[in-house]
């Protein structure tokens, strides 16, 4: 008997491998599945809701991750610079000569003579540890990360006996703008009495917040002379704090540095400084890319079994296209596109509401927080006092890609079975 309708038998012209209207028409209808095969479609669903969450999730938790990452090493380099000069002892003598030297190397920004001390810090609602650092007032007025974040007061007043602290640690101390806060060093003076606590005491000039919880709660910034006389440092400064123009290149600028100065200095650049914190960031990005990437795999599996189930439900329809004239390679290509076109849906759908999510993720945050009443992002323990998110392009379109090709291997077993269902076979148990 002829039905009036043979579809086209593909041999081997280029055609062949571009669905046509009718292999597309067949895959969708096989979507849309009936009341008896409810549980297809069911899976169906989820194949998809998995892929999109998966897809989603590892574009946000990279985005943060990257944030997280640019944010901790700018914080670092922007108050600690990229190299270190240290002298042969523990101290930097003739440190001006030094620094107009260093400045001569090719690939240095600037070069700024400090003074580094731990101490304790005291005021009027209790007491907690410092790191004082001293510097010239026009070497902090020129360091951006400071002078753009001032919250009270002004770097106007900061020298003599006027210092900048950090937001969170004057908050614990109970001082403001005005308020005195007081020095102790852990080296005393000795006296024909025994040893006395060497302190000073300096009024608040300037309050920073830079974002980045250690220092806005441990940092206080004294002038230089004044940090030289409470060190007992007079003609000397703890190290050369040297920032380049390409923070990569800053070992080989370095070793540049060293030849300038004779060798007679200790050099240590940002990346060995900080060698912990950045490969512990490293790391966790890595391995949690490899986790969340099992999220789209398991999803990838559910396309497996539900297509295996498509193909089962569908035995007698294969037989009647396949008597009907269809290829193999037809067969093939409709049990393709059913199973692809969840995954490229899931996809799609989970790359908007990744992207959608970084890139309001702060307002999301606060709504969350309002609507449970709970801390989300603890400042203390993260370091930063808001999430940080940065999109990369070329990762995201990794993260989509490895998607989109995961969806189409899941299809090719199921497809294959499919395609090789003898006709006969199919026809005789219906």
Request: aromatic share 8%; no cysteine.
């Amino acid at each position: 008997m002829d039905s009036g309708f043979r579809p086209r038998r593909p041999r081997n012209d280029n055609a062949s491998m571009i669905f046509n209207a009718f292999e597309r028409m067949v895959a969708f209808r096989y979507l849309r599945a009936r009341r008896q095969e409810g549980f297809v479609s069911v899976i169906a669903i989820f194949s998809l809701l998995g892929i999109a969450l998966g897809v989603a999730t590892l574009i946000i938790v990279m985005a943060v991750m990257n944030g997280f990452r640019a944010e901790l090493i700018g914080r670092i380099l922007g108050l600690n610079g990229h190299l270190a000069v240290y002298g042969e002892t523990t101290r930097l003598t003739d440190f001006d000569a030094l620094a107009a030297r260093v400045r001569q190397v090719p690939g240095v920004a600037s070069a700024t003579p400090l003074i580094e001390g731990q101490v304790m810090a005291t005021g009027a609602a209790g007491a907690a540890g410092a790191m004082v650092r001293g510097i010239r007032p026009e070497d902090i007025r020129a360091r951006a990360l400071i002078s753009e974040h001032i919250v009270e007061g002004s770097l106007a007043e900061f020298g003599e006996d006027g210092v900048a602290i950090g937001e969170r640690l004057a908050r614990r101390l109970g001082v403001g703008v005005g308020g005195r806060v007081t020095l102790i060093s852990p080296e005393g003076t000795d006296t024909a009495f025994g040893t006395m606590p060497r302190l000073k005491t300096y009024q608040v000039a300037a309050l920073f917040n830079v974002g980045f919880y250690e220092y806005d709660n441990s940092f206080i910034y004294v002038p230089l002379q004044s940090a030289q006389i409470f060190f007992r440092m007079p003609d000397a400064v703890s190290d050369l704090e040297i920032f380049v123009k390409d923070a990569d290149r800053a070992a080989r600028i370095g070793q540049s540095i060293s030849a300038a100065l004779g060798g007679r200095v200790r050099i240590v650049d940002w990346q060995r400084a900080n060698s912990s914190i950045v490969s512990a960031v490293e790391i966790e990005r890595n391995v949690m890319f490899l986790i969340l990437t099992l999220i789209i795999v398991v999803a990838a599996f559910n396309i497996i079994s539900g297509m295996i189930m498509l193909v089962k439900d569908k035995g007698r329809d294969i037989a009647i296209l396949r008597t009907m004239g269809a290829s193999r390679g037809m067969v093939l290509r409709i049990f393709m596109l059913s199973g692809a076109s969840i995954g490229v849906v899931g996809t799609l759908l989970g790359f908007a509401l990744g992207v959608g999510f970084t890139q309001n993720i702060e307002p999301i945050r606060h709504f969350v927080q309002d609507l449970l009443n709970v801390k989300l992002f603890a400042a203390e323990i993260y370091f930063f006092t808001r999430i940080p998110a940065q999109i990369e392009r070329g990762e995201v379109a990794t993260v989509v890609g490895m998607a989109l090709a995961l969806s189409f291997l899941a299809t090719l077993y199921p497809s294959w079975r499919a395609a090789r269902l003898d006709p006969v076979e199919g026809l005789r148990y219906e």
